[in-house]
């Protein structure tokens, strides 16, 4: 049994610096993918790698990293991490070429993983249970907060050092501090007994998540349905499954032997298990609902880049305040109600963006709800609920679990969110031509999917004041409705959280 700690000031500070840290480089990047793109002379379509190979990383490393933590000691992996981050970040800063970048970015995500995983199951192995809401909270806040507000820190720092590589270069001296005082302030909590690492699962599951993640990236957002049976999308995919149909009969036989599984076959047959890694996928499924918030902002309600950032702060801070709440309930009613207020206070949001948002008051309130019940989602209810499933021996497990499937869901949702956005964008030419017919703007020179900022430019040029503001308006009229199918599905997903943990709720009842 380990020992329970009884000041975590410390410990939870650190913790939530690195999670903090480790989310932010998540999103930061999009500030300056386009800077970055022209320092090395590469196409968009590479530069993407920039984004996928960090997303990879993240999701090969949780799984990993949590099943190591719970083996050879919290502490000593956490410092492991944050120095594989600290030096990925370097190395991605001094990059002298593009190929040395996507290395150097797949070490930081391989630091940066484990990071809200390592924390996460130290506060479940060492806090009492009716104590463990506001820290998981507070971890989960940080996380949802440094996604939602990754973009706009990254083009800040832009703006004020001139040179995308200080983006980076900034977590050095966080990363040297987390170490030190890592070292001094966290005490090592791990199991008595380690056994030898499952090296076979390992490979078995890290190359049925590449293969998996690099078939739902490749997926072309034009031509969604038709795109999954192409060569890039579908061998992948059918690998993927092939593999982790390996990996599970080798952890079956694994465990049976008396072995230490990556992921126990038998956790994985828990009902109750299963059904938070569902809520885990939808979880993804929501904040890839929020990740598009602004560009429905500019899209949409037609606010200029330079305001957006004002546009999504209520969004911003209520993510946070949701996980801080969510923990505060988590501790008071427990886990599956709180998923069950979330998912409500979900659906009033997402319904409000799909049927009444017009102008900032009501986009605030609806950022507000949507945000709120994101906060809820990703904070502690999810965990405690991990944490009820497993063993002590297999909280890091089971959190890089949940982790993985919400990356999961994180990959796949916005790829199919994107699909409708780009509908709305493709729609944009008939309809204006159904409007005034003929009129001079190129749009056979325009990309027909990704042109909405080429289309905007082009009628930025009309010179007919009424006439510019007419094709404005239809142009947010096109989009909205892209948005709105977006945000329909949105909807779903909540009403399915809510679903999904009122029958969990029900179970535990009777």
Same mark, same amino acid.
């Given at each position: ?23 932010? =480089? #998540? ?10 793109? #022209? ?30 933590? =719970? #083996? ?6 956490? !410092? ?63 996380? *949802?907060?440094?996604?939602? /507000? ?6 800040? /720092? ?13 977590? /050095? ?10 070292? #001094? ?33 490749? +997926? ?52 109750? @298990? ?46 946070? !305040? ?16 709180? +998923? ?5 206070? *979900? ?57 993985? +499937? ?10 199919? @969110? ?7 964008? $493709?729609? /944009? ?37 009424? $006439? ?16 709105? =199918?977006? @945000? ?17 709720? $029900?179970?535990?009842?009777?």
């Amino acid at each position: 049994m380990e020992k329970q700690i009884k000041s975590q000031k410390w410990p939870i500070i650190l913790f939530t610096i690195g999670v903090f840290m480790a989310g932010l =480089d #998540n999103g930061i990047i999009s500030a300056a993918l386009t800077t970055i793109y #022209n320092s090395f002379g590469v196409s968009p379509t590479w530069g993407a790698w920039t984004v996928t190979l960090y997303t990879l990383g993240l999701a090969i490393s949780v799984p990993i990293v949590g099943k190591l933590s =719970d #083996n050879y000691g919290r502490k000593k992996l956490f !410092v492991i991490e944050i120095l594989l981050f600290g030096i990925g970040s370097l190395l991605v800063a001094v990059s002298p070429n593009f190929t040395t970048l996507l290395i150097a970015r797949f070490i930081q995500a391989i630091g940066g993983g484990g990071i809200f995983i390592i924390g996460s199951s130290h506060v479940l192995a060492t806090v009492p249970k009716k104590q463990q809401g506001k820290y998981l909270g507070l971890l989960g806040g940080m996380h *949802g907060l440094s996604a939602v /507000i990754g973009p706009n820190i990254g083009a800040l /720092i832009l703006h004020l050092t001139g040179t995308w590589q200080w983006m980076f270069l900034i977590n /050095i001296p966080i990363a040297l501090f987390l170490i030190l005082m890592g070292l #001094n302030k966290i005490p090592e909590t791990k199991q008595p007994s380690v056994k030898a690492l499952d090296l076979k699962g390992t490979i078995y599951l890290s190359l049925a998540i590449i293969a998996l993640m690099l078939g739902i990236t490749n +997926i072309n957002s034009l031509n969604l349905f038709a795109s999954i049976t192409n060569i890039t999308v579908l061998p992948y995919i059918l690998a993927g499954i092939l593999l982790l149909y390996f990996f599970l009969v080798h952890e079956r036989l694994l465990e049976k032997k008396g072995g230490d599984p990556i992921i126990a076959y038998s956790l994985l047959r828990k009902q109750s @298990f299963q059904l938070t890694l569902l809520l885990g996928l939808l979880s993804g499924g929501f904040l890839a609902s929020i990740i598009f918030i602004p560009s429905y902002v500019q899209q949409v309600l037609q606010v200029p880049v330079e305001n957006a950032g004002f546009w999504l702060t209520p969004l911003a801070l209520a993510s946070g !305040v949701g996980a801080g709440l969510g923990g505060f309930l988590t501790d008071k009613i427990g886990a599956k109600r709180t +998923i069950i207020v979330s998912g409500f206070i *979900g659906l009033v949001g997402f319904l409000m963006f799909f049927s009444f948002v017009d102008n900032l008051l009501t986009f605030v309130v609806a950022s507000v709800f949507a945000g709120v019940g994101l906060g809820f989602l990703l904070g502690a209810p999810l965990n405690v609920l991990v944490g009820e499933s497993s063993k002590k021996d297999q909280y890091g497990t089971s959190l890089g679990t949940l982790s993985l +499937i919400r990356q999961i869901g994180l990959t796949l949702f916005p790829t199919v @969110f994107a699909s409708f956005i780009t509908s709305g964008i $493709m729609k /944009i030419e008939p309809t204006i031509q159904a409007v005034f017919g003929e009129i001079n703007i190129p749009f056979e020179h325009i990309d027909k999917g990704e042109g909405y900022g080429e289309i905007m430019a082009e009628i930025a040029k009309v010179e007919d004041p009424y $006439m510019q503001e007419q094709l404005y308006t239809i142009v947010a009229n096109v989009m909205k409705s892209g948005f709105q =199918d977006m @945000f329909f599905i949105a909807v779903i997903i909540s009403a399915i959280v809510i679903i999904v943990s009122i029958y969990l709720q $029900m179970a535990k009842t009777n």
